[in-house]
Each structure stands twice: as C-alpha cells, then as structure tokens.
C-alpha cells in the first residue's frame, strides 16, 4: 500500500467515525469503518460497533457476518460459530455464513464439519468461485488431490481472471509430479498477476525439477527482479544450481540469500550441506552451529555437524550434538540408532585407551 493510499484510508477513517458518532451514517459506511478496523487489527473497536448496531437491527445478515469473521480473527472461535448460527437462524439463505463456517472447521481440522458447511454454502451459492476454492484447499490439507483439483477447476470456470486458483492447482499438480500441467497453471497464474514474485519463483522450481535449466533460470532471475530482497528466490536458484552441478554458483547465492536473512537457520544449514559436499568441512561446521545459533530447534543442524564432527574424528563433541538430537525427537529411532553407535564406538576408543 503506498503511502498516498495510507493517508486516505486515514482520512476515510476519521470521516467515518464523526458520522458513527452523530448517529447520521449508512449500513455501508458502518461495513466500510468494520473493515478498516479489521484491516488495522483493532478487532474490538470493530466488535464493539457491529455489536452497537446489531442492538438494533439483529437480524442484518451482513453485519452479522463482519462480527463474526472479526472474531474469528481476533482468535474467539466460539463467539465467532455463535454468531453464523444466529446468522444463518435469521437468514437460512445466507451463504456466507455456511462458508464461513466451513472455514472455522476447516482450521479445526473437524474436516467432516468443514465440508458439510462448505456444501451448504455451495447448494446456496452454487456461483461462489470463493466456496470451491476453500473446500480445495481442505481436501488438498487431507491430500484428497483428485477432489482438490475438480474444486479449483470448477473456481477457475467461474472467475477465469484470478491468479490465485491456478496457483492453487498448480500446486497441487507439482504434489502429484505433474510438473507440466504445474508449469502451465503457475505460468497462467503469473500471467494474471506478473508482479508476483513468488509465483515466478514456483515456476522455476518446477522447470527444475523437470531439468529445463534455462527457463528455471529465467524465472529465478526474473524473480529476484521483481523482488531483490527475497532471500528465498536466491535459496532455491542455488538449490536449483546444485542440481545441474555448478555447485560454486550455488553457494555464491546462498551467502547472497544469507547477507539477506542473516538470522535464517535454514539458510545456514543448506550452505553448510553444499561446503561439506565440497570438502570444506570446518567452514560447514560453522554454519551448522550458525544453523542452531539462530533456531534451537532445527534438529537436521544438529544431526548433520555431529556427523562431520565424526568425519573430523571428534566424536566426543559429535555426542553431545547427538544427545541435544535425541532430546528435540525422543521418538525418533533413527537417531537414537546413531547416538549409540558413536557412542559404543567413542566407549571402545577410550577403554583402549585405558
């Protein structure tokens, strides 16, 4: 949002609140001043004027529905689901109750009630480009792909011009390794939107993953064109680098993504995996460390420099990183298989030793 656009929307915020308080306002103004404050994160201004005007007028459907989506995002749940039912009580035909519903559920992962909700707000709206989009997106979460696809097919029949619903299915063809009926749809996706960045980033991977190595190079740049300061688009170009072999040109775009994100742990450790895969182990096993510095929880570091401290014959050191391993994933038996086999293998040096 520019700042041109900032100032209006301020200016449009004041206007409306004068005209809240002299009571001289219409139901659009009162929506337009709700969706201000939603978009500002003051949920309870916003409850509080949906609730003052529904003291008079109960049953306005639309101003139930901002209420309850207000809550839902402000975290009460419960308070959000009272409201669609007293919502769709009043209005039996109201669509975007049964939908919104269906969201709530959806986030639950109570993914019989999402649907059921879903279906209904269908069978209401059975035009709502919208509804078919959400139930996509719960059975791709349940990896239902067959069901996934039919529904964001049938959302981009009935809006053919939003970006979004070919990002979606083109996702779901990448989850499947149809890479080029990705391709296709995250290229028609960022044709309808070609400042998105990220999808230009999507279509990379994909063309990658298929070995078209100039087009993924295409759209990384084009990429990071659009958006110099994404550490992701230099992530995965050097990711992409590595897997046709120039792995130098790839950890030159891991440092650029790191001088980036200085604080990514992710980051660290695929820089650390590329040097270790050059030899250079103290240099990965700085970034291992720098790895687990920046997330404490990123178990994968610490499994990967307690392997090269083991390379490096320090296994004493290798131990502890085991141990802190085995801590973050007690059930993880793979682990714990390692763990004790450098430790076996430490115990029998040292009883030689003796």
Do not use: H, W
């Not at 100039?214 to 992530?235: F, V």
């Amino acid at each position: 949002m520019s700042e041109f656009d900032s100032e209006k929307i301020k200016q449009l915020k004041i206007d409306l609140e004068k005209k809240i308080k002299t009571k001289s306002f219409k139901k659009e103004e009162l929506l337009a001043l709700g969706k201000i404050y939603a978009i500002e994160k003051q949920y309870k201004k916003a409850v509080s004027l949906y609730r003052n005007y529904l003291k008079d007028n109960p049953s306005e459907e639309m101003v139930l529905n901002n209420l309850g989506t207000v809550m839902f995002l402000s975290g009460d749940k419960m308070g959000a689901i009272k409201i669609f039912e007293k919502s769709i009580a009043s209005a039996p035909y109201n669509y975007l109750a049964y939908y919104n519903l269906g969201n709530i559920y959806a986030e639950q992962a109570d993914i019989q009630k999402a649907l059921s909700f879903y279906n209904e707000a269908i069978e209401k709206n059975p035009n709502s480009a919208q509804i078919y989009c959400a139930q996509g997106l719960l059975y791709q979460d349940i990896k239902d792909f067959d069901n996934a696809i039919e529904n964001y097919k049938k959302a981009i029949t009935l809006d053919l011009l939003n970006p979004e619903y070919y990002i979606n299915i083109a996702s779901v063809y990448m989850q499947i390794d149809d890479l080029e009926k990705a391709i296709s749809s995250y290229e028609k996706g960022f044709e309808l939107n070609p400042k998105d960045y990220k999808a230009c980033i999507c279509i990379a991977n994909a063309c990658s993953e298929k070995k078209i190595q100039n087009k993924a190079n295409k759209y990384y740049e084009k990429a990071i064109s659009l958006n110099p300061d994404y550490g992701e688009a230099y992530l995965c170009y050097g990711v992409s680098l590595a897997s046709f072999g120039n792995d130098d040109e790839a950890i030159e775009k891991y440092n650029k993504a790191i001088e980036l994100e200085s604080k990514n742990s992710k980051f660290y450790l695929i820089l650390a995996n590329a040097l270790l895969e050059k030899s250079e182990n103290d240099l990965a096993i700085e970034n291992y460390k720098k790895a687990i510095k920046y997330n404490k929880k990123n178990v994968m570091a610490y499994i990967s420099l307690a392997n090269t401290l083991v390379l490096k014959g320090e296994k004493e050191d290798a131990l502890e990183y085991y141990r802190l391993a085995t801590k973050l994933e007690p059930d993880n038996q793979a682990i714990a298989l390692i763990y004790n086999d450098v430790l076996e293998d430490f115990m029998n040096i040292a009883d030689l030793e003796e």
